[in-house]
């Protein structure tokens, strides 16, 4: 998978990229991702890329012309896969979604990286300042994504965040092939608790369960703790996720008194 990233900030992305998972699947050619800093698209001698609001008001505004330049500019050297197919994402515009990150876009969630991680290509538009021209979300963007409601100063850290959750999904890039299915989220509920050496830590034992060499009583037992994590802390995500008769059986215990 590649991922071409727009920001006017590109120093913010090579610590991160140099780091962990990430850092070894993109040396395993697993993933790539290209940093473009949209302030070399500009023409002017001055390189701008802001400007003052028409009608007034703070901050500044990101320009059309070098966000248009940049991103129309590398896309060329693209060639155009088919999209996979289905998608409920409105990605209609591209082959290749074109991502703007703003609060104003639908919240990211694990659904969302799944369908996002069958894209060969993604291109993420990282907003600063007040915010972007209308035109580049009107006529540029195929969707816009928020990582939650709160504002951030720029578009680069939810980059950072979609990488990094969309990488972890591809095979291999993860040690374990089946390692991001039992993540939180990505079965429908919060994850079950970890333990490791040693067996007991000041008085503190791990549950006799995990040392006991009993596969399917260890999987039953994190199943309920999954399920036990999520009633007591995320119980909305109870209502969407599909369950057995055994897992409403066990949830049907905790409601009682």
Not at 149 to 157: F, H, I, K, S
Not at 192 to 202: D, G, M, Q, S, W
Request: some cysteine; overall charge negative; aromatic content about 8%.
């Amino acid at each position: 998978m590649q991922f071409e990233v727009f920001t006017l900030l590109p120093e913010v992305f090579p610590s991160y990229l140099e780091t962990s998972i990430i850092k070894r699947a993109r040396e395993r050619g697993l993933i790539k991702v290209n940093v473009h800093n949209i302030r070399d698209y500009a023409r002017d001698k001055h390189h701008t890329t802001d400007d003052l609001p028409y009608g007034g008001g703070g901050g500044m505004v990101m320009k059309p012309e070098p966000v248009f330049e940049a991103i129309e500019s590398v896309l060329e050297l693209i060639p155009l896969p088919a999209p996979p197919e289905p998608l409920s994402s409105p990605m209609g515009k591209s082959n290749i979604p074109i991502i703007l990150l703003t609060p104003q876009g639908r919240v990211f969630n694990q659904t969302f990286a799944q369908e996002l991680s069958q894209y060969p290509h993604i291109v993420l538009l990282c907003g600063r300042y007040e915010g972007i021209d209308e035109r580049i979300r009107e006529h540029l963007v195929t969707d816009e994504i928020s990582i939650g409601d709160y504002v951030l100063t720029g578009g680069e850290l939810p980059a950072l965040i979609l990488i990094d959750s969309i990488a972890r999904l591809l095979p291999d890039v993860l040690g374990d092939p089946t390692g991001a299915e039992d993540d939180s989220h990505a079965m429908g509920l919060l994850e079950y608790p970890h333990y490791t050496r040693p067996p007991e830590f000041r008085g503190w034992k791990a549950p006799d369960v995990l040392l006991s060499g009993d596969h399917g009583k260890i999987q039953k037992w994190r199943r309920e703790q999954a399920l036990l994590r999520t009633f007591n802390k995320r119980p909305d995500m109870l209502e969407k996720t599909e369950l057995s008769k055994e897992d409403k059986k066990f949830i049907e215990g905790l409601n009682r008194p």
